[in-house]
């Protein structure tokens, strides 16, 4: 299995920014379809947007769009998500995940394969 790291969460007022990454580490690997879910306390994993590797097609929550923007580096395999505009209902902790079996845009998590270990984003009001 691949492993994804994430990285550039922290503490951020609202209003403020934050750029996330996730890159893989190990072996060799291409996805389909990368994508960014988050979870707050008590609540599910909720999905945040995701990008086609092929093509850079894009998909995005209702809550997030035109906030926050998904991209990817193909040279180096990693895949960002940019968050302006950042609100404290944004607080979670935000997962990377990505497709290998066919590259569709889906937004529930049993859709992906390979997961990362989190990354905190806290907005503070």
């Known amino acids: 299995q691949v492993q994804l790291v994430e990285s550039g969460g922290g503490l951020v007022q609202a209003g403020g920014s934050l750029r996330l990454s996730c890159a893989v580490a190990?072996?060799?690997?291409?996805?389909?379809?990368r994508a960014w879910f988050r979870q707050a306390p008590g609540k599910g994993r909720e999905f945040v947007a995701a990008?086609?590797?092929?093509?850079?097609?894009?998909s995005y929550a209702n809550s997030v769009k035109g906030r926050f923007t998904i991209s990817r580096d193909n040279a180096k395999n990693t895949v960002y998500l940019q968050m302006n505009s950042l609100k404290p209902d944004d607080t979670a902790v935000y997962y990377c995940?990505?497709?290998?079996?066919?590259?569709?845009?889906?937004?529930?998590?049993?859709?992906?394969?390979?997961w990362g270990q989190g990354t905190q984003v806290t907005v503070s009001s």
């Open positions: 995940a990505a497709r290998t079996s066919n590259p569709g845009l889906y937004g529930y998590t049993a859709a992906y394969d390979s």
């Open positions: 190990g072996r060799t690997f291409r996805a389909y379809t």
């Open positions: 990008i086609r590797w092929t093509g850079g097609s894009t």
